[in-house]
């Protein structure tokens, strides 16, 4: 089996992250993902720039268009990744079901920066039966997944409290973990503004929020982009701390013990046991969950649904601000 696919936008998501480095070990773009998963075909992309055109068919030895219009004159896909800019993910989704409709979306996050434009999004794919998903790819990475199944088997026990830091944007960088915290602890309950933070551009904005979900709650805290990056998140379950560190490059786990010493008290007990993370290779993972929503499978994807509900959340939180 092997679906046709195609990219909107050769930025660096779409197709650049990864350009220069090892196949073998980095799969950060959804050009390299796509070209090397067998149950895919990576038959063109569209981008208007002429470089990112040319670099394209060099490195995939696939045509690339200046246009989605040219495209779907040439191309009837079955799968479409929207990774153009956030402004175009309307106008890329209503002309992908004015055509010939793909199967399925994917994505780049978010949906929409109004949240007119992302409820019309889902209803348009819904009335044409097409499947959309948000690329919020830590929901299928392995690492995380286990921290998921440990957490809804009780392993992980329950309520949490936590804190997550985020640079760069709620809505572009802090909504990724917002997303995860979502899969772990299950949907927003109400939030508490702690500070407006800065205004970023694109209408986004690096406020520090206390977030309640079902099961725990986070306090969300800004750092500034361009001192550097830093994303975590710690979270004190009943029974130990779940580490997610470097945007979840490590995950840490130190369960809680009886001291020897002191019958009376629990401390964490001793070495953290790491949980195989494989954040380097991200995207094929999102890939591999995607070829399984195709055959009808179970898939770890965040749905349109759900990308929604975290675009409403972190909307209501920025809206907060005044």
């Not at 696939?62 to 009837?76: D, V």
């Not at 960088?173 to 299950?186: I, K, M, P, R, Y």
């Not at 029974?239 to 964490?268: Q, S």
Request: aromatic share 10%.
């Amino acid at each position: 089996m092997s679906w046709k696919a195609i990219i909107v936008g050769l930025g660096q998501i779409g197709m650049g992250y990864d350009l220069s480095l090892a196949p073998e070990i980095f799969v950060y773009s959804h050009a390299r993902a796509l070209s090397l998963h067998s149950e895919f075909n990576l038959i063109g992309a569209v981008d208007p720039g002429i470089e990112e055109r040319e670099a394209f068919q060099k490195a995939y030895q696939a045509p690339a268009y200046a246009s989605l219009k040219q495209m779907l004159e040439q191309h009837a896909p079955d799968i479409a990744v929207i990774a153009s800019p956030t402004s175009a993910h309307y106008d890329a989704v209503f002309d992908l079901l004015s055509e010939v409709p793909p199967q399925a979306i994917l994505c780049e996050k978010p949906l929409a920066y109004s949240l007119e434009d992302a409820r019309k999004m889902l209803a348009l794919c819904a009335e044409k039966k097409v499947s959309l998903y948000v690329n919020y790819m830590r929901r299928s990475e392995p690492g995380a997944l286990e921290v998921k199944r440990r957490i809804h088997s009780g392993e992980i026990a329950g309520p949490f409290k936590g804190l997550a830091w985020y640079s760069k944007g709620l809505l572009h960088n802090g909504s990724h973990f917002f997303n995860l915290l979502e899969d772990w602890l299950g949907t927003m309950q109400g939030f508490e503004l702690i500070s407006a933070g800065r205004d970023l551009a694109g209408g986004d904005a690096e406020p520090d929020v206390h977030v309640s979900f079902r099961n725990g709650s986070v306090t969300f805290l800004a750092v500034k982009d361009e001192n550097f990056s830093h994303n975590s998140i710690e979270l004190f379950a009943t029974n130990g701390r779940l580490r997610y560190e470097n945007g979840g490059r490590r995950i840490e786990w130190t369960a809680a013990a009886i001291d020897e010493n002191l019958k009376a008290y629990k401390f964490l007990a001793g070495d953290a046991a790491e949980i195989q993370s494989d954040l380097n290779r991200y995207q094929h993972h999102v890939v591999q969950q995607l070829s399984q929503a195709l055959k009808g499978h179970q898939a770890q994807l965040c749905d349109g649904i759900s990308g929604l509900q975290t675009l409403e959340a972190m909307h209501s939180i920025l809206e907060s601000r005044g």
